[in-house]
């Protein structure tokens, strides 16, 4: 019996060593319980008492509206349900109706954001009017209700919302969603808040994601400033924008209450969005 040359046995050596690496490159990535954030891809996101902290602080700031307490929800980039959350002392202290609210603005602005284009829920409201080029879009990718309802109603809100782990789907067209692009630039998912005026919860969700430090918005189809030379995914209000322009195409109505726009100078002084460096 021949014994193999030095060189042979480098060559089998690395024809193994390539063919267990393409195995494993084949396999899945190890299994992990279900229920963990891993699992579900919510790494980089933020955990409950993270997100419901956010809320808080971006709740009791000055936003407009009828100063009412919030729902919030986070999904990942794959529409993922990771948390879900209130402001105020209770489930019942806040709209209960807005808990799914919430959670389709998070999945909207998910689904309609890219890497290097961010659509707030508010910029998709006037292309979805009649004639708009978006028309019908409010329809498409309902909500998953045998999700979003399951389980004692006590669970809303909590670590243990039903919705948590599931895609909930949804597509809603007013202010309160946004897209959440991480230090590097990266869309990792999208942020719901819901619960007040529209225009008011644009605001909460705005002051919500620049808490979480998850507002590193490349680009969009927001006001161009020196701070945002390619344009953010800040509301742009109808009639206070020029007309024609890509903020107008774009634009959102000015959430007034009893005729009085008590909103949209807020708007224009939200924390600028962050750049990459």
Not at 37 to 51: E, F, V, Y
Not at 90 to 103: F, L, T
Not at 151 to 177: L, Y
Request: proline share 6%.
């Amino acid at each position: 019996m021949s014994i193999p040359s030095n060189a042979a046995v480098l060559c089998i050596g690395l024809t193994l060593g390539l063919a267990a690496a393409t195995a494993s490159a084949a396999d899945p990535e190890p299994a992990e319980p279900q229920g963990t954030a891993a699992w579900h891809g919510c790494i980089g996101l933020p955990g409950h008492d993270q997100l419901e902290d956010a809320l808080d602080f971006a709740r009791a700031q000055s936003n407009g509206g009828f100063n009412l307490d919030m729902w919030a929800t986070v999904v990942n980039r794959d529409g993922v349900v990771c948390e879900v959350a209130f402001s105020g002392p209770n489930r019942g202290s806040q709209w209960p109706g807005s808990r799914v609210i919430s959670a389709q603005k998070a999945n909207t602005a998910n689904a309609f954001s890219l890497p290097g284009l961010a659509l707030s829920t508010a910029n998709l409201y006037a292309a979805v009017q009649p004639g708009g080029t978006l028309y019908g879009l409010q329809h498409s990718n309902p909500v998953d209700t045998g999700v979003a309802y399951q389980g004692p109603a006590s669970n809303f809100g909590q670590a243990n919302d039903p919705m948590v782990n599931h895609r909930i789907g949804g597509v809603n067209v007013f202010g309160g969603g946004l897209g959440l692009y991480n230090s590097k630039g990266v869309l990792v998912g999208g942020v719901g808040v819901s619960g007040d005026t529209s225009c008011a919860d644009h605001n909460i969700a705005w002051r919500t994601r620049h808490q979480l430090n998850l507002d590193f918005v490349p680009a969009g189809v927001g006001h161009r400033s020196a701070a945002t030379p390619n344009g953010d995914d800040n509301i742009n209000y109808k009639g206070l924008v020029v007309d024609p322009s890509l903020a107008n195409d774009f634009s959102h109505p000015i959430c007034k209450i009893a005729g009085v726009d008590g909103v949209s100078g807020i708007s224009a002084t939200l924390p600028p969005v962050q750049k990459v460096h």
